[in-house]
T-cell receptor
Framework: DGGITQSPKYLFRKEGQNVTLSCEQN?????MYWYRQDPGQGLRLIYY???????QKGDIAEGYSVSREKKESFPLTVTSAQKNPTAFYLC????????????FGPGTRLTVL | GQQLNQSPQSMFIQEGEDVSMNCTSS?????WLWYKQDPGEGPVLLIA?????ELTSNGRLTAQFGITRKDSFLNISASIPSDVGIYFC????????????FGTGTRLQVTL
């Protein structure tokens, strides 16, 4: 079954700890994205990667880091520098052949205590 | 930056009613996308529009790419309870198809 997986679905961490969210896709898509969603709001872009070993900052990259060592994987680390890390995090991928079209994973809800 | 404004912000309708929502921008878009998000889940792509004036259907859903390229509309006919969710419009940033800007969403609730 092709798709995007994010794990875990729910994540709890203590304040001051770094935490890494997983995103894997088996769609053979070149581009991958991380978004943050806060209650009642739209999606804001954190980081994106159009090709392996390359990534760019989105609109709210401060306090986050990513890597893209494999085409299938795009993990996001929420660092202790992120002031308000509690949010719903969504990963997406895009084939590039259909302009702008992105497909989303099920999301990870991060709660920092 | 580019902003997408969606209206209405929320709506309550009765099962069986038709629904209309829209998305507007001060900038021109070459692609319009409509997504639906169920509570606690990732958005699912409903319809993609690539040409001004284009009208595309997906079951009971119909979306249109506005002639001015600054707006798009989504209609749902004969709503059912599973239509509940948040509907987002989205479009690529100017100059790059690889980044999307999203509207703030229209929350739809359907009563029996």
């Amino acid at each position: 079954d092709g798709g995007i997986t994010q794990s875990p679905k729910y994540l709890f961490r203590k304040e001051g700890q770094n935490v890494t969210l997983s995103c894997e896709q088996n769609l053979n898509h070149d581009a991958m994205y991380w978004y943050r969603q806060d209650p009642g709001q739209g999606l804001r872009l954190i980081y994106y990667s159009q090709i392996v070993n390359d990534f760019q900052k989105g609109d709210i990259a401060e306090g986050y880091s990513v890597s893209r060592e494999k085409k299938e994987s795009f993990p996001l680390t929420v660092t202790s520098a992120q002031k308000n890390p509690t949010a719903f995090y969504l990963c997406a991928s895009s084939p590039g052949s259909a302009p702008g079209t992105q497909y989303f994973g099920p999301g990870t809800r991060l709660t920092v205590l | 930056g580019q902003q997408l404004n969606q209206s209405p912000q929320s709506m309550f309708i009765q099962e069986g009613e038709d629904v209309s929502m829209n998305c507007t921008s001060s900038s021109i878009f070459n692609t319009w996308l409509w997504y639906k998000q169920d509570p606690g889940e990732g958005p699912v792509l409903l319809i993609a529009l690539y040409k001004a004036g284009e009208l595309t259907s997906n079951g009971r859903l119909t979306a249109q790419f506005g002639i001015t390229r600054k707006d798009s509309f989504l209609n749902i006919s004969a709503s059912i309870p599973s239509d509940v969710g948040i509907y987002f419009c989205a479009g690529p940033y100017t100059g790059t198809a690889s980044k999307l800007t999203f509207g703030t969403g229209t929350r739809l609730q359907v009563t029996l």
